[in-house]
Structures are given as structure tokens and as C-alpha cells.
């Protein structure tokens, strides 16, 4: 018999539809898997048994009556613990929001239940979607499913352990600054931040308002593509949200990709010979070769283009973050300091000493960044370069305050334009961890990010090894 | 920005701590410390000379 839990959204809704497998059936075998095994990587922060049978029957029941709502019609999913939820404590993975229950879901929940999916729980992430996960905040830190002495990346971690650990078909997260793609790269999942205003951010913890997204995470491509397919859209309630034109993304992951022209940004991951340089590692740059030897293959044209430094877009969005986040978290930090972990306190209590004309300058480098990006991006449809330097990190304490300092982010560049940009694993290293690269787009153009990332997937073998638990 | 900074030393920094109107123990600051000296460095690669007319995105908006 299949494993249910390792089936895509899309197979197991095509056996839904021709009514071989229920919605009830899969939410059990994610149920009793999640009992089985999430103790070893401590994903959940709070499992929703009876709400997913409820959801799971409800499916079933208009299924059987031939209503259909959509790709994720009886899909078990579950949502970074930063998405407030009716009536389901929604903790922040902090001491300061343990208790609290919302009352009206995020918009982000309210589209995935009214696209029919069926909630299984709130997932583990940095505290507020920024400071490190440490033993003073009051659940365990996610573990990486591939080798649990590892962490999984974050700030999304439990949504980047939990897809590929098998615990769900689908999670959210929320990206300011690489926090879907990080884990992602870790765990081996796809994932995406969209185009900032695409999808809404109302209900959703904030951290940093001009940089947050919000967006799915999956095992491949083609299922981040039907997640968004349901999320993305206007919301009113929220100020950033865009009014676009309603897109495809499903039917986007099967067009050809002859002819797309992708920007390949080496000098981003294969740095220099300064002492600021940094340069991923030699297997990254291989798997990363080999992809691009894929995608040239499937009729795509890439070519090297120079960017931006690196570390400008890193330092603009550091800033900008650095500021938000105080303005955000000041007086919790003011009036109840001890609540936070003692990397989170320290980050948030840090824009306390920036000016206000440091922040703005970050302002307005971050205008003239995103021009300069879209100049080189001329005569181009992609961009590619590599999701992460290596390895993940081990769990060692105490655990760097102000991680920020050493290395450049790699995914920082498409939050400071607001492009989007998707992570898309690329291989297995010697190391046991997965490899991956990440994939960006104009604004607004997900369905060309989609059509690539799914077009290498499905010539490549990387999709059918999971991480054993 | 306008001019660039001296990093300041650690007893310079207490002092400005103090204004900040946060509840901050000397581990915190000694960490703050150099964690600002660290965002400093790097923030000298933003540029100084912006038009005084230079408008940030009030919200940003990618399809503007």
C-alpha cells in the first residue's frame, strides 16, 4: 500500500476527486504519523486533532456531493505558529503570547479553510519570527529531520521540518529576510516568497511590516504552485496587499521552459578573495552546476550576470529589520524583558540605537537597490544563485546573539527588491543534508519561477528521498 | 548618511544606553555593544550623498 503521507497535493486531490482515498483517511495517516515520529523532531507546538477530523469529514461529505473547492480540498496542512487562528492558541514559539487564543483567523487561514483544507496543527519557528530557538523559551527547538542533531533553519522551522519529515502535505511561513528559504534549503522542501503584496499578512505575527511575506512551503514545486494558487490575492486589511490578476500557478508548473532567460548570480556564492567574502561549499557549487547544465538542457538559456554586492542588500535589510522589529516589540521589551529568549531581547532591544536617519538612508539604498537589481535583470526572465553556504548548524550553546555579522545572506536580496524568489533542492551532499539553489522572478511573476523550478524537479531524482525517522 | 560614525566605546554606549529608555543589564549591553559596533561596519557601505529630495516608498508596493 502507498504511503499516504508522502503523496504530492496534487496526486492525492486527483485520488480524492476519483474517490479512491478520502480526505479522512489521509488526515489519520498524517495524525498517526505525527504521534509516531514528531517526537524526535518536536515540529508541532500544538497538533488540532479534532478540528482536522471535523474539517476532513466536512471535505468528504461535499466531495461526495461533487462540490469541489479547489487544489487543497481535504489537504492536510499546518501553519508556522505566528498564523493567529480562531480559537487555537497561536504562541509566537514565546512566553509571551502562550495563552493567547484569537478570534478571527489570519486571512492567510481563512483562504486555506475556505479553499477546503483541512488544519492539523501550529508549527514551531523563531521566537516571533526572529530570535534563535533556546532553551529558555517554552517549547522545544525544531530539530532538522535529516540528522536531528542539527537544526532545520528558521525562521519557518517547524513548516521546513514538518513537510519533510512527512507531517503535513503543506505549511505556511512567513519570510523578512530568508525565513521560508532558509529552512526549506535545510530540510530539503520547496518553498517560496512570493512578491511582497501578494499575499496577504493580516493576522500574521509581524516582524518587519515593509519586508514581511507570507507564503507556502511543500515537497515539490507543483504543490507550492496549488498552495498559492489559494492564498494569493487583494485583501483590503491589509495596507501593502496588490490588486493583480488572477494567475494559474498550477497550470504555470507544466508550460516549457525553452527559451527563458535566467541570470545566473555566481559572483553572489562563489566569492572573492577578500576577508568579507565568503564562498559556499565546493559540493554546493557542483550541485549548482549540475543544475544549471539541467535547466540549459531543458531549453533554457543562463548566463552569469553581475548584481549588486551581496552584502549591500544584506545591510539594507538588516537595518530596515533591525528598525521595525524595535518599533514593533518595544514596549514588550521594555516591560516585560525577561519574557523573551535572550537572543530575541537582544535583537529587538537593538534598534534602540539606530538614528533615524540610518533607518531611512536603508530606506532609500533599498529603492536604489531594487533599481539597480532590475537594470542588470534586464533581458531577463530569472535569476539564479544558491539558497544557503552549507551545512545547517548544530545545537550548541550559547548560540551567537547578532547571527547576522558574519556572512552575508544569501536570500536577503529579493526581500529588499520584494521580487520572488523560491527554493528548489538540487541534490543530497556527502554530509547527509540536501542542496539547493533558489530561483527569483520580476514582481508579480511567480508563474515563470513556478514553470522552472518544476520543470528541473521533474527531470531530476532529488523528490523521492525523505529523510528517515 | 551624513557623515561617518566614530564607533563609540563601550562606556559611550552605556551612556547612550541609558537614554534609551530601556531596562538593560550589563550583559545586555556589553552584547548590544557589539552587536551595534558590527552593524556600524557594515553600515558604511550605504551610501552617504542622497539627494536631500531622495523619497523612500512610504509603503512598499512591488508593482508600483
Known amino acids: 500500500m502507498t504511503d499516504l503521507t508522502t503523496l504530492g497535493i496534487a496526486e492525492a486531490g486527483r485520488r480524492m476527486a476519483r474517490g479512491e482515498l478520502t480526505s479522512a483517511a489521509l488526515t489519520e495517516a498524517f495524525l498517526a504519523r505525527i504521534a509516531a515520529v514528531d517526537g524526535k523532531i518536536s515540529s508541532y507546538i500544538t497538533v488540532t486533532a479534532d478540528i482536522a477530523r471535523n474539517a476532513a469529514r466536512q471535505a468528504d461529505m461535499e466531495m461526495k456531493g461533487g462540490v469541489r473547492r479547489g487544489p487543497l480540498h481535504g489537504i492536510p496542512v499546518a501553519l508556522k505558529d505566528i498564523y493567529e487562528t480562531a480559537g487555537v492558541r497561536t504562541t509566537g514559539h514565546s512566553h509571551l503570547k502562550v495563552d493567547y487564543v484569537p478570534a478571527i483567523d489570519a486571512e492567510t487561514v481563512r483562504r486555506l479553510k475556505d479553499g477546503g483544507a483541512v488544519i492539523l496543527g501550529k508549527l514551531g519557528t523563531h521566537e516571533f519570527a526572529n530570535g534563535a530557538m533556546t532553551p529558555d523559551q517554552p517549547f522545544p527547538a525544531v530539530r532538522n529531520p535529516w540528522n536531528t542533531q542539527y537544526q532545520p533553519g528558521g525562521s519557518s522551522s517547524g513548516s521546513g521540518a514538518a513537510v519533510a519529515a512527512a507531517l503535513c502535505m503543506g505549511a505556511m511561513g512567513s519570510d523578512t529576510g530568508g525565513s521560508i528559504r532558509n529552512p526549506a534549503g535545510f530540510c530539503g522542501t520547496a518553498g517560496i516568497k512570493p512578491t511582497y503584496g501578494l499575499v496577504s499578512r493580516c493576522g500574521v505575527y509581524p516582524l518587519s511590516f515593509s519586508l514581511d511575506t507570507a507564503g507556502p512551503l511543500s515537497w515539490t514545486v507543483e504543490d507550492c504552485a496549488l498552495m498559492l494558487d489559494v492564498l494569493a490575492g487583494h485583501d483590503p486589511h491589509d495596507p501593502a496587499s496588490a490588486s493583480t490578476a488572477k494567475v494559474d500557478y498550477g497550470a504555470a508548473t507544466l508550460r516549457p521552459i525553452k527559451g527563458l532567460r535566467i541570470a545566473l548570480a555566481r559572483h553572489w556564492y562563489e566569492g572573492g578573495k577578500g576577508a568579507k567574502d565568503a564562498s559556499v561549499a565546493t559540493e554546493m557549487k557542483t550541485s549548482i552546476d549540475d543544475a544549471v547544465r539541467v535547466l540549459r538542457e531543458l531549453g533554457a538559456t543562463v548566463e552569469e550576470v553581475r548584481f549588486p554586492d551581496l552584502w549591500d542588500y544584506h545591510v539594507c535589510g538588516r537595518v530596515i529589520i533591525t528598525a521595525e522589529a524595535h518599533a514593533i516589540h518595544r514596549q514588550e521589551v521594555i516591560e516585560t524583558p525577561e519574557k523573551f529568549g535572550y537572543t530575541t531581547r537582544r535583537r529587538f532591544q537593538l534598534g534602540a540605537f539606530l538614528t533615524a536617519e540610518e533607518y531611512v538612508s536603508a530606506l532609500r539604498f533599498r529603492r536604489q537597490l531594487a533599481l539597480d537589481t532590475r537594470a542588470a535583470m534586464r533581458g531577463y526572465d530569472l535569476v539564479m544563485t544558491a539558497n544557503q553556504w552549507g551545512a545547517p548548524e548544530t545545537f550548541q550553546e550559547p548560540q551567537p546573539i547578532f547571527h547576522f555579522l558574519d556572512k552575508p545572506s544569501l536570500t536577503m536580496p529579493f526581500n529588499v527588491t520584494g521580487e520572488p524568489a523560491m527554493t528548489v533542492c538540487c541534490g543530497i551532499g556527502s554530509d547527509g543534508f540536501p542542496q539547493a539553489f533558489q530561483l527569483a522572478g520580476r514582481a508579480f511573476d511567480e508563474a515563470s519561477v513556478f514553470a522552472a523550478g518544476a520543470a528541473y524537479e521533474r527531470v531530476t531524482p532529488w523528490r523521492s528521498r525523505r529523510p528517515k525517522l | ?64
Not at chain 2, 10 to 21: D, I, N, P, V, Y
Not at chain 2, 37 to 48: D, F, N, Q
Request: negative net charge.
Open chain 2, 1 to 64: 548618511m551624513t557623515s561617518p560614525k566614530a564607533p563609540p566605546t563601550l562606556e559611550e554606549f552605556r551612556a547612550r544606553a541609558a537614554h534609551t529608555g530601556l531596562p538593560l543589564t550589563p550583559e545586555d549591553i556589553e552584547h548590544l555593544h557589539k552587536g551595534y559596533l558590527g552593524l556600524l561596519e557594515m553600515m558604511a557601505r550605504m551610501p552617504t550623498g542622497w539627494a536631500w529630495a531622495a523619497e523612500p516608498p512610504h509603503i512598499f508596493r512591488a508593482d508600483e
